[in-house]
C-alpha cells in the first residue's frame, strides 16, 4: 500500500478514505464522459482520479487508460516520463542495475523507444526532432522525458515491451470540492510564506536556553524523545543529512558562514540545487535556478533538523554537529510540475551518488504516482541510504481523511507523522495511516505551538508544524544515532530506532512504532 506527506499549506494532498486492493478494476470509475478523440476536461479527469481514491486509497498511473494519460498531458504541459528496459527486463516495479544508462542492452532500447516516439509524433507533425522531443536530460535513471501531442503515441508506447510505464509528469488534481468548477488559481505557493520570526516565545516555557546561548525547542525536551539527554552521547557528528525540499535560504547565516559555530565546529553545509528552469513546451526560459530558497520551507527544515548550536541565541537543531546539503529540488511541496518531479527525481539520485551520504529527508508530496520518482527513490535505497518521507499534512477541513501520501507510501521510505504533546493524538494537520513507521510530538495541546527552527533570515526563531517537521526531525534523531554506531548497516540503524520506540514490540496501525526514545537509542538512558 502507497505513503504520502506535506506541509500545512499543502491542502490538496488527501488521501480519502480507507484503502482497498491497489489492482481494483478500473470499472469501478466512472465512465469517460468524452468522445474517444477528444480529451477529458481538467474536471472530468479531477473526478476520475478522486473516484479512484476514494476506491483504493491511491491513484496510480499504470493503471489509467491510454485515454485518461493523453488527456492528462493535453490538460497540463504535455511532458510525459517514460521508463525504458530491454525487452524481458521491463517488470513495473524489476529492480535496476547499478548503471542502466551505461549498459548496452539499455542503450539500445532507449534508442527503439525514441525512434517509436518520434515516428508517432511525426506522423502528426513532421517537423518534431530529437532535439525538440526529449525535455530533460538523463544521467542516471532509464527514462525519457518527452513532449508527446498525439493519443496514438501514448497508445503505442504503452503496448511496447520496451517501455516500463509512460505517465504524465505535470497533472495533479484540485482538491474534490473544485472538480467542478476548477480555477487557474495557482498552486505554486503551497507551504511558502510562513517562515519568518514567531512573536510572544517564552524561554523555559517554549524553549530551554542552553548554557551557550541556543534557544531548544520545547519538543526537545526529554519528556517527549529524550533529545537532550541523548546530546550527551551523540549530536551527529560525521554523519551526512540531505534536505530534499525547496532549498535553504541565502540570508539565513546559519545555513552559510555561521553554520560552525559554537558547539558546531569541524562540519559541512552544501547548497544545492537540481529544479530545471523553468520551460513551455521544453523551451527553457528565464534564469538558471539557484539554491536559494524563495518559499521558506525548505529553511525551517533544514534548521529543525541541523541548525548550530551556536552563540547568536537562535534555536538549535536536533543534530546540530551533523553535515548538512540542502537540494532546492522543487518551487514548493506540492510535486505538480513536470520540473519539481524531475528536479527531484535528480535530487534522490546525486544523493545516492555521494558515498558520504547516509540520510535523505523529503518533506513534500503528491495525490498521484510517480514511477520516475520511484526508480530515484529505489535507486537510492540500492546504495544503502535511509529515506524517510513525511506522511502528509493538510488543512483542517482535509485532515482525518485518513492516509499515507505519495512518495512516503513507499516500502523503500518511512514515512513519519506528528502528533500532540499528550503523545496520543495526531497533530491537527498530520495524516495517519498502517504506512506511517514513527511519530514526533510536534503540537502542544494547550496553545497549538509548533516546534523552533530558522526562519528565513536573522537569530529569532520560527516555528513550523505538520508531518513536515516531524519528518525532519526524524531523520536528525537518526543522524544522532548513526553517529554513535557509526560502523553499522541501514538496517541496523532502523533496527535501533523501532528498538527504542514507544510501540516497538506491536506496531500501531495509524502510529506505527511510535516515538523514539533518542536517548535509549544511543545508550544515554537505560529503562
Partial sequence: MPKFTLYPAAALLLWLGACQSADQELSQLQPEP???????????????????VRQTGAYDWRQATDHVVWSALQRSDQVLSVGYAPAGRGGQDAPLPNNATADPAYQQARQQVLELILAAERAAHPDVTADNLVVFPQATLPVLTVRVRELATVQALRRSPLVRYAEPMGYEPYHPDGVANRTTASLSSSGCGNNTA????????????????????????????????????????GVKLVIIDTGSSDQQENLGAAFNQGLSAGRSVERLVTLPRNSIFGIPYGAAETPN?????????????????????????????????????????????SREVQGIADAYTLAANRPDVRIISMSMGRVTSSSQLADAIRYAYGRGKLIFCAAGTSFDWS??????????????????????????????????????????????????????????????PSTVGGSSVSTASMAAMAAVVWSKYPTETREQIKARLVAASSNATSRDPNFGYGRLNLARAVGALVQ
Fill in 293 to 337: 530558497d524563495q518559499c521558506g520551507h525548505g529553511t525551517s527544515m533544514a534548521g529543525a533538523a541541523a541548525a548550530p548550536r551556536g552563540t547568536d541565541g537562535a534555536s538549535v537543531g536536533i543534530a546540530y554537529n551533523a553535515n548538512l546539503i540542502t537540494i532546492r529540488a522543487a518551487e514548493d511541496v506540492f510535486i505538480d510540475a
Fill in 399 to 460: 485532515a482525518g481523511w485518513v492516509g499515507v501520501i505519495f512518495p512516503a507510501s513507499m516500502a523503500e521510505a518511512v514515512a513519519v507523522t506528528g502528533v500532540k504533546d499528550n503523545l496520543t493524538t495526531r497533530c491537527d494537520e498530520c495524516h495517519v495511516g498502517s504506512d506511517v513507521e514513527f511519530t514526533v510530538v510536534m503540537q502542544r495541546s494547550s496553545n497549538n505551538l509548533r516546534p523552533l527552527s530558522l526562519a528565513m533570515s536573522g537569530d529569532a
Fill in 34 to 52: 468524452a468522445l474517444a478523440g477528444e480529451a477529458l476536461t481538467a474536471a472530468q479527469l479531477d473526478e476520475q482520479i478522486w473516484t479512484r
Fill in 198 to 237: 514567531t512573536a510572544g516565545l517564552v524561554a523555559g516555557s517554549d524553549y530551554a536556553v542552553l548554557s551557550n546561548g541556543s534557544k531548544s525547542s520545547w519538543n526537545q525536551a526529554d519528556a517527549y524523545h529524550g533529545i537532550r539527554a541523548a546530546w550527551t552521547q551523540s549530536t551527529g557528528s
